[in-house]
């Protein structure tokens, strides 16, 4: 079983940028798809970005392509994600996943990952 814990929120003004970090822990870190994903309140948790376990590109998206970059350092079990130019509506709670049987098709959705994280607040203010 894979223990995520996710770092690296905060306040942020707009056009500013954040690094959030997902340490992984308990579980064979290699062998598993991690995504991250959001939530804005009263929103329904999306898809924001993943890496899959046979694959170290990572998939973005369209809402966050060119701003934010997913990446994966499987030595420390841990994956970051990279946002720039970040804006009002980037504001949520980002969540890190993960699942060892992640299909492509189903990278998207976030009831096929069995491994959450607890989440952590990103706000994007003036």
């Known amino acids: 079983q894979v223990q995520l814990v996710e770092s690296g929120g905060g306040l942020v003004q707009p056009g500013g940028s954040l690094r959030l970090s997902c340490a992984a822990s308990?579980?064979?870190?290699?062998?598993?798809?991690v995504a991250w994903f959001r939530q804005a309140p009263g929103k329904e948790r999306v898809f924001v970005a993943a890496?899959?376990?046979?694959?170290?590109?990572?998939y973005h998206a369209d809402s966050v392509k060119g701003r934010f970059t997913m990446s994966r350092d499987n030595a420390r079990s841990t994956v970051y994600l990279q946002m720039t130019s970040l804006q009002p509506e980037d504001t949520a709670v980002y969540y890190c996943?993960?699942?060892?049987?992640?299909?492509?098709?189903?990278?998207?959705?976030?009831?096929?990952?069995?491994?959450w994280g607890q989440g952590t607040q990103v706000t994007v203010s003036l």
């Open positions: 996943a993960a699942d060892s049987r992640i299909i492509l098709s189903s990278l998207k959705q976030p009831d096929q990952y069995d491994y």
């Open positions: 308990g579980g064979n870190f290699r062998s598993y798809t």
């Open positions: 890496i899959r376990a046979t694959n170290s590109n990572p």
